[in-house]
């Protein structure tokens, strides 16, 4: 992966942020492809497709299951997703509840609701992130906004105006992925039941009621089609997390310019040092954010070619959607990290009248 380069110890946290890393682990992963197989268990049991016993008898087990991780991965050498290692291990567990464990179910109903589970953590942990930033923001604005700031145009001197006018474009785009965050949440936020086909075939007709069963139980939408081989829901997360990204490479590409020896728009505490030149404090921070805002305006085209699923099910786009989809999230968390870092840095803006 394109990743482990940057993620390696020696770079430390400067491109990887751990808290989205967890929210994408293998083990957040493989708790929330639980979470789905003790929730389709339930909606087993309350559609009457299995005996209430049987099914008591899966659950008992689920709820104390811990996973062989080692044969998982073995399993996903083998089979290419996890899933079936992951269902043998449970109903081994359940043994006289074996029958109530997966039956009917798929491995892409398992792995699209988990995705779907890990982006929404990571949303709410961006979403708190990106609370900061505009608080920081309004806090900067409310100490040195009125200030004079040299207002530029293609990198020239244009007219004189504020900090707080600078400050105005920084905002803007930030409340921008705030206010976004709710209709995102709606749309990524639904099961994923198709079965094997993507038409609920099967089940003896019930499958609507178990998608409402396993919406009820994990706490998503099952409203609207099956989305087998829509993935524009995914797509518009990969757009959010791109609009956000830039609009921190935005901040960064400001602060680079206007911490400039001879612009001097812009003060900051701390920096980073240069090996050869002592006399240098370089905005690491604010390059970074830039760094991240392309990086992930990159990757966005590579996951918009994820759209094209062919026939029922795609192994190819959708074993890409998992590589393009969280490299993207880490990267965003990761500038959003910095942002509040860079933001803190600031002592003042323009020049004091």
């Not at 008992?60 to 992951?86: C, N, Q």
């Not at 006018?165 to 705030?178: M, N, Q």
């Amino acid at each position: 992966m394109a990743d482990l380069f940057p993620q390696s110890d020696v770079f430390g946290t400067l491109l990887n942020d751990p808290a989205v890393t967890r929210a994408f682990s293998g083990a957040q992963f493989v708790a929330h492809m639980v979470a789905f197989e003790r929730a389709w268990t339930i909606a087993l049991r309350d559609t009457g497709l299995v005996e209430p016993g049987t099914a008591g008898a899966a659950l008992a087990a689920i709820d104390v299951f811990t996973p062989d991780i080692a044969g998982l991965a073995a399993g996903t050498e083998r089979d290419g997703i996890p899933v079936p290692a992951l269902v043998g291990q449970i109903k081994a567990a359940a043994k006289d509840g074996a029958a109530a464990v997966h039956r009917g179910a798929t491995s892409q109903d398992v792995i699209d609701t988990a995705m779907v589970l890990c982006m929404l953590d990571a949303a709410d942990l961006m979403e708190t992130r990106l609370q900061t930033i505009a608080q920081q923001l309004a806090t900067l604005a409310a100490a040195h906004g009125e200030n004079p700031l040299m207002g530029r145009t293609r990198m020239q001197a244009a007219y004189l105006m504020t900090a707080r006018d600078r400050l105005a474009a920084w905002t803007t785009p930030v409340a921008g992925a705030l206010a976004r965050l709710p209709a995102l949440r709606a749309e990524i936020g639904k099961i994923q039941y198709g079965g094997a086909v993507g038409n609920r075939a099967g089940m003896d007709n019930k499958g609507d009621q178990i998608a409402a069963s396993l919406g009820q139980t994990l706490g998503l939408s099952h409203d609207g089609p099956v989305w087998h081989t829509d993935r524009s829901s995914f797509t518009s997360f990969g757009h959010w997390l791109t609009l956000t990204a830039g609009a921190l490479g935005k901040i960064g590409q400001d602060i680079a310019l206007m911490a400039q020896q001879g612009i001097a728009d812009i003060t900051l505490v701390g920096g980073g040092g240069s090996s050869a030149m002592p006399h240098k404090q370089n905005p690491i921070r604010a390059e970074v954010l830039v760094t991240l805002a392309r990086y992930v305006a990159g990757q966005q085209g590579i996951l918009a070619t994820t759209l094209i699923h062919e026939q029922e099910r795609s192994g190819s786009a959708w074993t890409l959607e998992w590589l393009a989809l969280t490299q993207m999230a880490n990267a965003t968390g990761t500038g959003l990290r910095h942002a509040q870092a860079l933001l803190d840095q600031i002592t003042d803006i323009g020049s004091t009248p």
